[in-house]
């Protein structure tokens, strides 16, 4: 099974969502699947100039020649799409809504009508493949991320791919820093693997899997109160200067 797993964070390698991302990937490496993992943040990417030149005037074909170009050829073949975001104003990044814009050429413009609703026609062989997400979020509720699933079910079915599950983990912007200062990430970093290894052998996360990332790993009040000793740490907290602060 091939798997092509893009990291959608500013932060690349150092970011929190990669941290699971390293997880996952070695799951599915140890499964047997064959991973091509890309990074956005390092990408020549031109923005889709959404005058459809690949739908009317060369069908298929991209108005730019970058290295995008080539990686939606290998996307359209690849069995997975991991899609590897932190959220950002709700959604993906920037960087990833940039490089979900060129996919568009793999779609024909061309309606059809599947279960009650209009998409575009897509490669007949798309439907035995699927999408996968990966992310992480700032906030400590698990509805932080309802916005990006929605967005990525319906960017599967645009693709006629099937969504094979999310791997979310809420609070994860605290990630990095609860690594640094000896919490025990193990059960959820091991979780995350786990989720590798059940998408290539069974072409599905588990509820339990998913559910384990997602587990809390401190209180809502303790989450609050040591990130913001962080933020004043970092940033100082200025009366009348810093937003929040008196
Ligand atoms: C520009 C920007 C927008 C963000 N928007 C949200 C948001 O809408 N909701 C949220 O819960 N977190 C938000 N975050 C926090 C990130 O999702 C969080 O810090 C995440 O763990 C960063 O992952 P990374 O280290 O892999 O980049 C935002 C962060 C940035 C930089």
């Known amino acids: ?8 964070s500013p932060h690349g390698d150092s970011g929190n969502t990669a941290l699971l991302l390293e997880e996952f990937v070695g ?43 080539d990686l939606i050829d290998r996307m359209a073949l690849a069995d997975v799409w991991v899609l590897s975001t932190p959220v950002h104003v709700g959604g993906m990044t920037e960087l990833m809504v940039r490089l979900m814009e060129r996919t568009v050429r793999l779609l ?6 599947h279960n009650g609703r209009t998409r575009h026609v897509a490669s007949p062989y798309a439907s035995h493949k699927a999408v996968a997400l990966i992310s992480t979020c700032g906030y400590y509720e698990d509805g932080a991320f309802d916005p990006l699933v929605s967005q990525v079910i319906d960017l599967a079915r645009s693709h006629h791919r099937r969504f094979a599950g999310a791997l979310l983990r809420p609070h994860g912007l605290a990630l990095r820093f609860m690594q640094a200062n000896g919490f025990d990430l193990q059960p959820v970093l091991e979780a995350a693997r786990m989720g590798g290894d059940e998408l290539i052998r069974n072409g599905i996360m588990s509820e339990q899997t998913l559910a384990a ?31 929040g602060c008196i």
Request: aromatic share 6%.
């Open 27 to 69: 799951g599915a490496l140890a499964a047997g699947a064959e991973v091509e993992r890309v990074c956005a943040r390092d990408l020549d990417m031109e923005i889709c100039c959404s005058r459809m030149h690949c739908w009317y005037r060369t069908p298929g074909v991209c108005i730019h020649k970058d290295s995008v170009t």
């Open 1 to 8: 099974m091939k798997i092509i797993a893009i990291d959608g």
């Open 213 to 243: 990332v997602r587990q809390p790993l401190l209180s809502k009040e303790e989450f609050v109160s040591m990130m913001n000793s962080a933020f004043e740490r970092r940033m100082g907290c200025q009366a009348g200067r810093t937003p």
């Open 108 to 113: 024909s413009p061309r309606f059809e009508i």
